[in-house]
């Protein structure tokens, strides 16, 4: 739905609304908090002691990201890693943009240079003890994030890793055992985890607000059938080429075209539900209270790039293995299934991504009984009412309030002719912060507050959000996702896949039954 500027602004002066009213008393306590946002949202305190020492390996597109979201105040950036040169003076001088600004200006020239560089990240982690390292941060390609994690876990180094969390699900598995057998943190960067507005917009969700929810349609569109716009196809730099083409083998590459573009290709990348697709199931298992999917189905093809005659300059057909349009259903369990007795009980959440249109913004559309949140880009959220078939309040022009249910059995909607936001919906802007976070930085402090306080509960009692078993739930939700799509077939999830201690995965049974 296309909604003009104005209903825009009313769905986000209701969001606030209501969660000035859901959560009056924490707001409070978070706009009067000395401490940061992601410690007062998300229960950890300012860290005790020195900064954890760590080291960045992988300083591409996703790692300087990272490097300039993170927290001097809990990590202290003492090594980077990265095969490519290009990588790794882009670390320390940037990309170009303000979201990846460079060690330089985000810590200044002196600190920066302090800094040690290497061109091999067996080398950073063989240099533990000259380092005084702790801890890695890795945003490598998909195919090489398990390898990395597990000679760093093997070193006694705490792990972060970007998202997916591993090329496979026996992967995982492993990742969880030996993290387990150390005894060290092993966390991934699934960062709506940490997000002070999906946070916030989760909340509502668990109140009711929404009433019963059975649909959530998610999307991630980009548009690049424009020349020069294919932003996961990039040419290969002279200095990579030159100082890697006659080593790029050792690490696991075909070639040089393989490490550069590795999202194209199916031995190093996972594709568009891996790259995209499991941030917003992500977010659709946390909205639904983190259950795990029960059934998928889906189409995935190459739509645009394999079709010979577009999408490529010489005419051909290109290369890339990888789709360039998906679609995916998938059957969530609602709050009271049960597979015997109450088997109708079920939550549907489409996604859809697509290589060529950008109309709809990336996010997510939270449909229930009584009201509609939308999620967009993970810097805005708007709610509307529901309108009621009597009265007819509701709807995207009206404004809402929070009241309590005349029964007594919890906060509900209701609309009001009005064109002015209640003055406690300011209160919420205030306390999320004058810029929106979408949860980089508040993922790695918690990162180094667990380190620091040897945490490695449960995220229920305050240990990391997004850890090796909540993490491997989306790595599997994505990869199923493309197994059902490969051999077009309705794909029913079985519980021991998301058992660590199961060996039992969804390709090994799939490499049975379709070999």
Request: hydrophobic residues 35%; charged residues 25%.
């Amino acid at each position: 739905m296309n909604l003009t500027p104005e209903q825009e602004q009313i769905g986000k002066d209701n969001f606030n609304e209501a969660v000035s009213f859901t959560r009056r008393d924490f707001l409070t306590t978070a706009a009067a908090a000395g401490t940061g946002l992601g410690a007062t949202y998300f229960g950890y305190e300012e860290l005790k002691g020195k900064p954890v020492k760590v080291g960045f390996i992988g300083t591409g597109d996703e790692g300087s990201v990272l490097i300039t979201q993170h927290p001097p105040e809990y990590m202290e950036i003492v090594a980077i890693a990265d095969l490519r040169p290009s990588n790794r003076h882009k670390a320390f001088h940037g990309h170009g943009n303000e979201h990846r600004v460079g060690l330089i200006k985000k810590l200044g020239a002196e600190k920066a240079s302090k800094i040690k560089q290497y061109d091999d990240h067996k080398k950073l982690i063989a240099a533990k003890e000259e380092l005084g390292l702790e801890a890695v941060v890795i945003a490598v390609p998909l195919s090489q994030h398990a390898p990395i994690a597990m000679a760093a876990l093997d070193a006694g180094l705490h792990v972060l890793s970007e998202k997916l969390m591993a090329h496979n699900i026996t992967e995982c598995k492993q990742l969880i055992k030996k993290a387990k057998e150390k005894n060290l943190l092993l966390a991934v960067g699934h960062q709506r985890h940490y997000s002070v507005l999906y946070d916030n917009a989760n909340q509502l969700v668990k109140t009711g607000l929404l009433g019963d929810i059975r649909h959530i349609r998610a999307q991630w569109h980009r548009n690049n059938s424009f020349p020069g716009r294919d932003s996961w196809r990039k040419r290969v730099p002279k200095e990579d080429e030159k100082a890697l083409a006659q080593s790029v083998q050792e690490y696991g590459y075909d070639n040089m075209d393989e490490l550069i573009n590795w999202r194209l290709y199916n031995k190093t990348g996972g594709g568009l539900m891996a790259e995209l697709g499991s941030h917003q199931l992500d977010a659709c298992s946390i909205f639904l209270g983190k259950v795990h999917p029960l059934a998928v189905q889906g189409y995935g093809g190459k739509n645009f790039y394999g079709v010979k005659g577009i999408g490529s300059k010489d005419k051909q057909e290109d290369d890339r293995e990888i789709d360039d349009h998906v679609y995916v259903t998938f059957e969530f369990p609602g709050p009271h299934y049960d597979a015997e007795t109450n088997p109708r009980d079920i939550c549907i959440v489409t996604y859809s991504s697509i290589n060529t249109n950008r109309w709809e913004p990336y996010g997510e559309t939270v449909l229930g009984s009584r009201g509609t949140l939308i999620m967009k880009t993970e810097k805005e959220a708007l709610l509307f009412k529901e309108a009621s078939p009597s009265t007819g309040g509701g709807g995207p022009d009206q404004r809402l309030w929070v009241i309590k249910s005349s029964d007594g059995s919890g906060p509900v909607l209701d609309a009001y002719e009005t064109t002015a936001p209640s003055a406690a919906a300011s209160d919420t802007t205030k306390a999320m912060g004058d810029e929106i976070s979408r949860g980089y930085t508040e993922e790695m402090e918690h990162f180094c507050h667990c380190i620091r306080t040897d945490n490695h509960s449960d995220p229920k009692d305050g240990g990391l959000k997004c850890n090796g078993t909540v993490a491997m739930a989306d790595a599997i939700m994505a990869l199923t996702s493309n197994l059902a799509m490969k051999h077009k077939v309705r794909i029913e999830f079985k519980p021991e896949w998301f058992d660590p201690e199961s060996p039992a995965t969804p390709e090994a049974d799939f490499a049975e039954k379709l070999a």
